[in-house]
């Protein structure tokens, strides 16, 4: 990933949070002034590198993390504004990222129920629920969609 | 990464499975700030993985578990 590419990504996040767009190949080629192909190939490096996740068969942007750009079981409320993350990691980062409280609500993987939560001051509120990872840390990117 | 109401839902939901790492909310948000809070900075860099690793190491999660591999040293988290 160099400077380009960083830039192409700065870019990438940037319109996503501020203009709520998921760009595509063709919004990277105009802004970079990069042909179709250039900008096809950028998005890919981008994958590779884990600077954002593209669709398995689709060369379009699933996940700019921990924001997930398609809908999702996991929804985050920051200053009157919903986002969709990726897991419950994702959904606290959310937060972080945009330095934000926030209200997150998903639900038990187990029975379905409701799961309501509040960040306050990069604290939760609710801390009975219980965090679970499957995947050791060394496998997350092995199918980080799984992950 | 999934959230569960008790010890109780996430025993029936592995349903025999081997278990993976149990953390408590407190400690994921900890998580999240501190491998987070940079991702929207105009001079946003990719991290290391030392220092991914260093994150996890100060919130305490320890151990081979938590032992990043390849490509955890970029953008992502998970």
């Known amino acids: ?147 | 990464m999934n959230l569960f109401r008790s010890e109780e839902h996430l025993e029936r939901w592995l349903a025999g499975r081997e278990p993976g790492a149990t953390t408590s909310v407190e400690t994921l948000c900890e998580l999240a700030h501190a491998w987070y809070s940079d991702r929207l900075d105009s001079d946003w860099r990719p991290h290391t993985i030392e220092h991914n690793q260093a994150i996890l190491d100060r919130v305490g999660l320890t151990g081979p578990f938590w032992r990043l591999g390849p490509g955890a040293d970029l953008g992502g988290a998970a």
């Open chain 1, 1 to 147: 990933m160099d400077e380009h590419d960083i830039r192409i990504r700065n870019f990438l996040y940037r319109r996503f949070v501020e203009a709520r767009q998921t760009s595509r190949v063709d919004d990277v080629a105009r802004e970079f002034e990069l042909t179709h192909t250039a900008a096809a190939a950028a998005l890919r490096r981008l994958h590779d590198a884990h600077a954002l996740v593209l669709e398995r068969d689709a060369l379009e942007i699933r996940m700019l993390n921990p924001f997930s750009c398609v809908p999702s079981a996991w929804r985050v409320e920051t200053g009157g504004r919903n986002w969709y993350s990726n897991c419950a990691w994702d959904s606290f980062a959310v937060c972080a990222a945009l330095d934000s409280d926030g209200h997150i609500e998903s639900s038990c993987a187990d029975c379905g129920e409701l799961l309501a939560l509040d960040v306050r001051d990069r604290k939760p509120v609710q801390t009975d629920y219980l965090f679970h990872v499957l995947v050791p840390a060394r496998q997350w990117w092995d199918d980080i969609v799984f992950t």
